[in-house]
């Protein structure tokens, strides 16, 4: 990797998001727990992602998910829409920070 490709993914790294060009921005998801990747649901604290839905525990990957025994993203979707307000989304707060600085930059 060049230079310039070396400090754009320290950038990202960093503060989440990468203006690419113009107005198209790269925002990522921060990285939590030591994690070398992270998806949307890592950001969620273990009690939410242990939650257990009509005996069912959740399962984020395809490959091990087992109908009977699982349930998927949309299921913790609509259990955090429920129950937002007891659950800590303080993980979420670097990116929604880098969406923010986005916006505002743009609309400078």
């Known amino acids: 990797m060049g230079i310039t490709e070396d400090c754009k993914i320290a950038e990202l790294k960093e503060k989440c998001y990468l203006n690419s060009t113009s107005n198209l921005y790269v925002v990522t998801n921060p990285l939590i727990n030591e994690l070398k990747e992270c998806e ?3 950001l969620f604290e273990e009690n939410v992602l242990k939650t257990e839905l009509n005996g069912k525990i959740f399962e984020k990957s395809e490959k091990d998910f087992i109908d ?6 949309r299921a913790l979707s609509k259990y955090v ?3 937002y307000d007891n659950i800590n989304f303080e993980n979420f707060r670097p990116l929604l920070d880098a ?3 986005i916006v505002t930059k743009y609309n400078d």
């Open 68 to 73: 009977t025994r699982n349930y998927g993203k």
């Open 40 to 42: 949307i649901q890592d």
């Open 81 to 83: 829409w429920n129950n």
């Open 99 to 101: 969406i923010d600085q």
